[in-house]
Nanobody, 122 residues
Framework: QVQLAESGGGLVQAGGSLRLSCAAS????????MSWFRQAPGKEREFVAV????????YYANFVKGRFTISRDSAKNTVYLQMTSLKPEDTAVYYC???????????????WGQGTQVTVSS
């Protein structure tokens, strides 16, 4: 079992920045692929970014490329999502997820956090 807990969400103006954190506990953190997803009201949960087990490989959704950066600190069992140049359309609940294989779909992840709200005002 892996337990995930997100933090760092909040209200920010358009053009601002936030850093989300996802603290993991339980089974060996370093063996999991870690991702961020988001879900806006009335919409399906969508992929944002993924980072490989050792942090050597990352991939981003097109709508965040150049603005968001995913990273992980294995010593702290924590994954981060640095978000810059935020837009109102980035408003959503952001979820951290852990899985055993590299993937972009919701169904490919075994463990999820409770989510953290990000609201971007115009």
């Amino acid at each position: 079992q892996v337990q995930l807990a997100e933090s760092g969400g909040g209200l920010v103006q358009a053009g601002g920045s936030l850093r989300l954190s996802c603290a993991a506990s339980g089974r060996t953190f370093s063996s999991y692929v870690m991702s961020w997803f988001r879900q806006a009201p009335g919409k399906e949960r969508e992929f944002v970014a993924v980072i490989y087990w050792n942090g050597a490989r990352t991939y981003y959704a097109n709508f965040v490329k150049g603005r968001f950066t995913i990273s992980r600190d294995s010593a702290k069992n924590t994954v981060y999502l640095q978000m810059t140049s935020l837009k109102p359309e980035d408003t959503a609940v952001y979820y951290c997820a852990a899985g055993s294989s590299y993937g972009l779909g919701v169904s490919e992840y075994d463990y999820w956090g409770q989510g953290t709200q990000v609201t971007v005002s115009s």
